[in-house]
Structures are given as structure tokens and as C-alpha cells.
């Protein structure tokens, strides 16, 4: 009879526990530019002293399910993630033609997308649970662009990575005011960011004295971590399993060192 209240006692305490550290979500607006943007945060609200903060920035679909369950999975890990929205508030593409014309208004005016970023930026650091000393940006295909533009504006990041991200860069002398390290992972056989891009890139980076890790994934075209890109490497984005847990994993030994 003992061992039994025990048991249950002990039960009692563990879903207890359980329910304590519950992932909290919510949305949170925040302006820049005259725009209203709306984005999603996830912590462990179990946790009281202050965390590592990371920024998620969306491919060129906008703030969706996908980046949303990205901060989850980095909220369990202990992380405060907050997943941007770089478009606005209720601006959400329909199809690709709108994705298009929407990464072309902030590639054709970076300084406009820096703002953007520095806006998501600094509605993270202002959160009491962030650790403002320690923050790290990373971003899907137009996001790795939003993520380097955040990097190039000179604010204090740890750490910066992208995901088959856009590497063009129309001023490529700021990249000397990167802060921290940069991961760069890129499909081998992406026909959206040629070799030319990628060497420019690198040469930016160089010339800068940036510590940037460029990882290829063989046999990986555009959009390699996103599921619903489909599986067909002729269009030119296509998901790939391997590349996916590869790079991930990479991502986090990559959070490990520039967070340690």
C-alpha cells in the first residue's frame, strides 16, 4: 500500500513538473518603417534566469507553420526563439508571382530590410527573458538573406546562419561590421545562388575578416530543409532528407560553440 502511494505521489510530481515547463507561444507586434509586424516567440517559461535569444527568419512564403514550429523546437532546447516577420502584419503571399515581387521590394532595398531585422532584433532583446549578450540569427532561402543583412548592420550577434540562403550582397564593404561567427549552409546544386554568387560571397567575407564556415551538401538544390518543397531536384528547390538532419545538426554544434 506504501509503495503504491509512493508511486502515485511520485506521478503526481512528475506530470507536475511537466505542466511547469510548458512551452509558452504568443504573438508579439512590433514596428519599423512604418509597418506593423506581427511575430511569434517561444520559451520555457519554467526557466526564470535569462536565456540565449534566437532570431528565425521565414523563406519568401512570409511567417508560416514552419518557422513557427522551428522556434518550438528551439524553445524546448532552452533557447527564446523568435520566429520574424519581415512583410508585416497579415501580408502573407498567395503564390509564388507575390512571394516574388515581395523578396524583390527588400532585395532591391536593403537598407529597408535592415530595418526590418533590426526592428525584430530589437523586440528580442527587450524581452526579461533574453540574455541580450547572446544572440543569434539565422534564416530559410530570402531569411539567410534577412539574416546577413541583420549581421551587416553592425549589431552585437554572436552568431549568424543560414539555410540555403540568398548570398548577393549589392554593398558588399559592410560586412566588415559583422559581429560573432557565421555559418554558411548551402545545396551543392542550387541554381538559385550560382557559383558566382557564392564566390563573391566569399570574397566579401574574406576580405571583411569574417569567421565564416561554408558547408555544401552534395546532391542539394535551393529550399533542402524545407518539407514542402517537394522532391523534385529539376525545379530548381526541392527538400532533401539528408541535407536536412545534416545541416541541423551542424546548426546546433554550431550554437554550442558561439553560445558556450
Known sequence: MLKKII???????FIASSASAAIKTERVEYSAAGTTMEGYVAYDDAITTPRPGILIVHDWMGLSPFTEGKAEQLAKEGYVAFA???YGKGVRPANADEAGKLTGKYKGDRPLLQAHMRAAYDKLVA?????????????????GTAALELARSGVPLV???????????????NAKNIHGRVLTMHGADDPFVPPAEVQAYKDEMKT??????????PGAVHAFAV????????????????????SWADFEKFLKEVLK
Open 127 to 143: 524581452m526579461p527573458q533574453v540574455d541580450k549578450t547572446k544572440i543569434v540569427v539565422m534564416g530559410y532561402c530570402f531569411g
Open 84 to 86: 520574424v516577420d519581415v
Open 7 to 13: 508511486t502515485i505521489v511520485g506521478l503526481s510530481m
Open 208 to 217: 571583411a575578416g569574417v569567421d565564416m564556415t561554408f558547408i555544401s551538401y
Open 227 to 246: 518539407p514542402s518543397a517537394g522532391n523534385d531536384n529539376s525545379k530548381g528547390a526541392a527538400y532533401n532528407a539528408a541535407a536536412d538532419k545534416a
Open 159 to 173: 552568431g549568424t546562419a543560414t539555410f540555403h540562403g540568398g548570398l548577393s550582397n549589392p554593398s558588399p564593404e
